[in-house]
T-cell receptor, first 113, second 115 residues
Framework: KNQVEQSPQSLIILEGKNCTLQ??????????LRWYKQDTGRGPVSLTI?????NTKSNGRYTATLDADTKQSSLHITASQLSDSASYIC????????????FGTGTRLLVSP | ETGVTQTPRHLVMGMTNKKSLKCEQH?????MYWYKQSAKKPLELMFV???????ENNSVPSRFSPECPNSSHLFLHLHTLQPEDSALYLC??????????????FGPGTRLTVL
C-alpha cells in the first residue's frame, strides 16, 4: 500500500534555531517528492520538488534531501522565523499515467519567540 | 496568493440543506481538483477534471456532486451531508494531471461545518 509517514507530528522550537522534519514513504513506482507548507486556514504551497536523480534541493532557508534507496526525505529549516509556524506536508507522486499524489499527515511546527 | 480562489471561505449548513462551493483559477491550467482535509488525516483526493472532463472519482459519496463548466471554474454541490463531512475542502489546479513534475496550486479552502 502506498503510504507516506511524517515525523514528528508536532514540534516547538525557538526563533532562530534550526530544525529537521522527516518523511518516510513506501510509494512505488516513485516519480517525485514534494514538500508543501500550509499556514493555518490556508491551502498548501509548494516549497520544493525532487525527482529520483536529485538528492538535495534548496528554497531559501528550506533545504530538502532525498534518499531514494532508503525511501526517506527530510526538510531542514535554517534560522527559523515566526512565519515558519505552519504544517509541513510531504507528498510523494507515484509514476502512473495519472499523477497520483500520496499525502502525509504533516508536521505541525510552532516557532516560539 | 496562488491564483486559485475559493468561495465561501466558511460555511455552516444543516444536514438537509443544499449548498455549493466555488473554485476559480486564474493560471490558465487545464486540470482542477477537489480535496478533503480532515483533522489529523492526509489530504484525500475527491475529484479530478481535465479539460472539463471528469477523469477521477475517488469513491466519493453521491451527496457530493462536482461540476466543471469550463477549465477555469469548478463547483462542488452539497446535499444531505453528514456531520462527518465537516472538513476543509481544498480546490487545486495544475497545467495537466498526467504525471511529471507538474505542481498543483491550492486555493485557501472552504471550512465546512455540518450541524
Amino acid at each position: 500500500k502506498n503510504q507516506v509517514e511524517q515525523s514528528p507530528q508536532s514540534l516547538i522550537i525557538l526563533e532562530g534555531k534550526n530544525c529537521t522534519l522527516q518523511c518516510n514513504y513506501t510509494v512505488s513506482p516513485f516519480s517525485n517528492l514534494r514538500w508543501y507548507k500550509q499556514d493555518t486556514g490556508r491551502g498548501p504551497v509548494s516549497l520544493t520538488i525532487m525527482t529520483f536523480s536529485e538528492n538535495t534541493k534548496s528554497n531559501g532557508r528550506y533545504t530538502a534531501t532525498l534518499d531514494a534507496d532508503t525511501k526517506q526525505s527530510s526538510l531542514h529549516i535554517t534560522a527559523s522565523q515566526l512565519s515558519d509556524s505552519a504544517s509541513y506536508i510531504c507528498v510523494v507522486s507515484a509514476e502512473t499515467g495519472f499523477q497520483k499524489l500520496v499525502f502525509g499527515t504533516g508536521t505541525r511546527l510552532l516557532v516560539s519567540p | 496568493e496562488t491564483g486559485v480562489t475559493q468561495t465561501p471561505r466558511h460555511l455552516v449548513m444543516g444536514m438537509t440543506n443544499k449548498k455549493s462551493l466555488k473554485c476559480e483559477q486564474h493560471l490558465g491550467h487545464n486540470a482542477m481538483y477537489w480535496y478533503k482535509q480532515s483533522a489529523k488525516k492526509p489530504l484525500e483526493l475527491m475529484f479530478v477534471y481535465n479539460f472539463k472532463e471528469q477523469t477521477e472519482n475517488n469513491s466519493v459519496p453521491s451527496r457530493f456532486s462536482p461540476e466543471c463548466p469550463n477549465s477555469s471554474h469548478l463547483f462542488l454541490h452539497l446535499h444531505t451531508l453528514q456531520p462527518e463531512d465537516s472538513a476543509l475542502y481544498l480546490c487545486a489546479s495544475s497545467q495537466e494531471p498526467t504525471g511529471g513534475t507538474d505542481t498543483q496550486y491550492f486555493g485557501p479552502g472552504t471550512r465546512l461545518t455540518v450541524l
